[in-house]
């Protein structure tokens, strides 16, 4: 039977249509592979080398495998079967590392959040993924993460268990204790040795893991990346980066983040053999350490942070000649900063962009200076599909920007269990819409000019502008409400939020951001800048004016220097 002739574990989850799937597989760019099985055989073929570096814990390979082993037949003693989708919201600790690994291994798709979220996205992705289990740790955002989890136990029947770093209640799940092999567990235990396991006759298009969309409007959708694509993605992407099993990467931003876990991050430096060295701050002085300390070779930054990086470097004591690699991505480096990371840093910058529903572009290691300086690279993969098209959908002529639409073997076909956010993200032949604007370079590298989707790019962090709006609308004294980017030097923009008042009214910053918080929100998303106005201009068929508010906010800007 062919590989793609098995039905999907989860019939929710929309797949590449068979024709290109056959492409990709001819082609050998899919292979009968899991991702699973790419990181436990370099456990089993690198048993002595070091894994993971996490405070004072150090695992080498042999050490993981034998912890992810422990952790994958106690979660299923808890009852997770393949197919189930347990939520992880983790700091950088080797608890995530041994979880996630363990999910992979018994074909449960962990569901990545970030630290940051709050309620109100915690709650959402919830609902959308239906989760058997979520894994969460005391302490991170103001609200209680082990709280909330347990509140979203109780509201929800499919929730079966909170697992829990550092605040246990009698109904949660030590989760320390289920990550250590030989730590006291008196839970059930599964009967399964996975690596024992027959293959399940398809893996090509179950889902591995599900990331959260970052480009899109409303709140995160639930991304599911099947299993071949995404093994190929990260294999491919080790070998662009140069990850090898003499890399040491350090992640210093949230591993839950696709840039940091698969491009190839964390998942293709274990995939290789390499150690992983888990950060818990992107603090220069801390981080510059550690790259001293662990002899790090690869890092991946988000622009705002390499520029915090490149002002300590110059002053720090600190030895980097270990380091070959900063990634930077997320967000575009301005040329200045990127033309300085590698004289400050001593390593080769390379730009990466893509995006959480798959398209990775990287800049080569050995590309010329231009390149690597001033575009965001070319895509990882021969058969990515890129179109680059008007606002009709007509491709744009050679060097011309427009919106760039994407397909290929690691890029989704639609969201998880949402065919309304999927036809509106997705055309009808199963391009992406990224919402970015882009421009190709004769050379085929790409260069990222603007959006087209209204989103706040607050350095790296999302903020789509839709989404803040309705939370806003919520305040009893804001009558309308819009959203715009203020350029900001560090971050690139933060939120100016334009407010129509209620009468008698007139909420101050300070309100609103303790409004927002009281709701949930991530505090990436807090307006940091609030203009009270009388009314909103529209343009000539009703719709609000961005164009006219980001010019008005840049003249009250100039007036304000
Ligand atoms: P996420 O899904 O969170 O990774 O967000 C993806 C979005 O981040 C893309 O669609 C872009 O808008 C933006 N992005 C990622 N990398 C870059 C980059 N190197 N330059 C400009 N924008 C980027």
């Given at each position: 039977m062919?590989?793609?002739?098995?039905?999907?574990l989860?019939?929710?989850v929309?797949v590449?249509?068979?024709r290109?799937?056959?492409?990709?597989l001819?082609a050998?760019?899919?292979?009968?592979e899991?991702?699973?099985?790419?990181?436990?055989e370099?456990?089993l073929?690198?048993?002595?080398?070091?894994a993971?570096v996490?405070?004072?814990?150090?695992?080498?390979?042999?050490?993981?495998?034998t912890?992810?082993t422990?952790?994958?037949?106690?979660?299923?003693?808890?009852g997770?079967r393949?197919g189930?989708?347990?939520?992880?919201?983790l700091?950088?600790?080797?608890?995530?590392?041994?979880?996630v690994l363990?999910?992979?291994d018994?074909g449960?798709?962990?569901?990545?959040?970030?630290?940051?979220?709050?309620?109100?996205e915690?709650g959402?992705?919830?609902?959308?993924?239906?989760?058997?289990?979520?894994?969460?740790?005391?302490g991170?955002?103001?609200a209680?993460?082990v709280?909330?989890?347990?509140r979203?136990?109780?509201?929800?029947?499919?929730?079966?268990?909170?697992?829990?770093?550092g605040?246990?209640?009698?109904?949660d799940?030590?989760?320390?204790a289920?990550?250590?092999?030989?730590g006291?567990?008196?839970g059930?235990?599964?009967?399964?040795?996975v690596?024992?396991?027959?293959?399940?006759?398809s893996?090509?298009?179950?889902?591995?893991?599900?990331?959260?969309?970052?480009?899109?409007?409303?709140?995160?959708?639930?991304?599911?990346?099947?299993?071949?694509?995404?093994?190929?993605?990260?294999?491919t992407?080790?070998?662009?980066?140069?990850?090898?099993?003499d890399?040491?990467?350090?992640?210093?931003?949230?591993a839950?983040?696709?840039?940091?876990?698969?491009c190839?991050?964390?998942?293709?430096?274990?995939?290789?053999?390499?150690?992983?060295?888990?950060?818990d701050t992107?603090?220069p002085r801390?981080?510059?350490?550690?790259i001293?300390?662990?002899?790090?070779?690869?890092?991946?930054?988000?622009?705002?942070?390499a520029?915090?990086?490149l002002a300590?470097?110059?002053?720090?004591?600190?030895?980097?000649?270990?380091?070959?690699?900063?990634?930077?991505?997320?967000?575009?480096?301005?040329?200045?900063?990127?033309?300085?990371?590698?004289?400050?840093?001593?390593?080769?910058?390379?730009?990466?962009?893509g995006?959480?529903e798959?398209?990775?572009c990287?800049?080569?290691?050995?590309?010329r200076?231009?390149?690597?300086?001033?575009?965001?690279?070319?895509?990882?993969?021969?058969?990515?599909?890129?179109l680059?098209?008007?606002?009709?959908?007509?491709?744009?002529?050679?060097?011309?920007?427009?919106?760039?639409?994407?397909?290929?073997?690691?890029?989704?076909a639609?969201?998880?269990?949402d065919?309304?956010?999927?036809a509106?993200?997705?055309?009808?032949?199963g391009?992406?819409?990224?919402?970015?604007l882009?421009?190709r370079?004769?050379g085929?590298?790409l260069?990222v000019?603007?959006?087209v989707?209204?989103?706040?790019?607050?350095?790296?962090?999302?903020?789509?502008?839709?989404?803040?709006?309705?939370?806003v609308?919520?305040?009893p004294?804001?009558?309308?409400?819009?959203?715009?980017?203020a350029?900001?030097?560090?971050?690139?923009?933060?939120?100016?939020?334009?407010?129509?008042p209620?009468?008698?009214?007139?909420?101050?910053l300070?309100?609103?951001?303790?409004?927002?918080?009281?709701?949930?929100?991530?505090?990436?998303k807090?307006?940091?800048?609030?203009?009270?106005?009388a009314?909103?201009?529209?343009t000539?068929?009703g719709?609000?004016?961005?164009?006219?508010?980001r010019?008005?906010?840049?003249?009250?800007t100039?007036?304000e220097?």
């Open positions: 062919s590989p793609l002739g098995a039905r999907p989860d019939e929710d929309p590449i249509d068979r290109r799937a056959e492409a990709y001819r050998g760019l899919w292979r009968e899991r991702i699973a099985d790419l990181l436990r370099a456990r073929r690198h048993p002595d080398r070091l993971v996490s405070g004072t814990t150090r695992l080498t390979h042999g050490e993981l495998h912890a992810v422990a952790a994958g037949r106690r979660l299923e003693g808890l997770v393949a189930d989708r347990v939520v992880v919201q700091p950088n600790r080797a608890e995530f590392v041994v979880l363990a999910l992979l018994i449960a798709p962990p569901v990545l959040v970030l630290p940051g979220f709050g309620d109100y915690l959402h992705v919830v609902r959308a993924a239906r989760p058997v289990a979520i894994a969460v740790s005391a991170g955002r103001a209680n993460p709280e909330s989890a347990r979203l136990r109780t509201e929800h029947e499919f929730l079966g268990h909170v697992l829990s770093l605040d246990i209640g009698a109904d799940v030590d989760l320390a289920l990550c250590d092999p030989a006291p567990w008196d059930p235990v599964g009967p399964a040795v690596s024992a396991r027959p293959p399940r006759p893996a090509l298009t179950d889902a591995a893991v599900f990331l959260l969309s970052g480009g899109t409007t409303g709140p995160p959708k639930v991304i599911p990346r099947g299993d071949a694509g995404y093994a190929y993605m990260v294999r992407a080790c070998g662009i980066a140069g990850v090898s099993h890399t040491v990467y350090l992640a210093v931003m949230p839950a983040h696709g840039f940091v876990l698969n190839p991050g964390v998942l293709g430096t274990l995939a290789q053999g390499g150690t992983v060295v888990l950060g992107t603090d801390q981080a510059l350490a550690q001293e300390r662990e002899r790090v070779t690869h890092c991946a930054l988000v622009p705002t942070v520029m915090q990086w300590a470097a110059d002053r720090a004591a600190a030895d980097l000649s270990s380091l070959r690699v900063l990634q930077t991505g997320g967000a575009r480096p301005t040329p200045e900063l990127a033309r300085r990371i590698g004289p400050v840093l001593g390593a080769t910058l390379q730009q990466c962009y995006m959480s798959g398209l990775l990287y800049t080569a290691l050995d590309d200076e231009t390149v690597i300086v001033e575009t965001q690279g070319r895509p990882a993969s021969p058969m990515d599909e890129v680059i098209v008007d606002e009709h959908g007509r491709p744009v002529p050679d060097g011309g920007t427009g919106e760039l639409l994407t397909r290929g073997p690691y890029t989704v639609g969201y998880y269990r065919p309304a956010a999927t509106k993200a997705f055309t009808p032949d391009f992406y819409r990224t919402g970015d882009a421009t370079t004769p085929g590298a260069v000019n603007g959006r989707r209204d989103i706040i790019n607050r350095g790296g962090e999302k903020i789509p502008a839709e989404d803040l709006e309705m939370a609308a919520r305040h004294g804001v009558r309308a409400s819009a959203a715009v980017g350029p900001h030097e560090l971050y690139g923009e933060t939120v100016c939020l334009y407010v129509v209620e009468t008698g009214r007139e909420p101050t300070l309100e609103l951001r303790r409004f927002l918080r009281g709701l949930g929100l991530a505090v990436w807090l307006p940091e800048r609030v203009e009270v106005v009314q909103l201009p529209t000539a068929i719709k609000i004016d961005k164009k006219a508010l010019a008005d906010l840049a003249r009250r100039a007036l220097a």
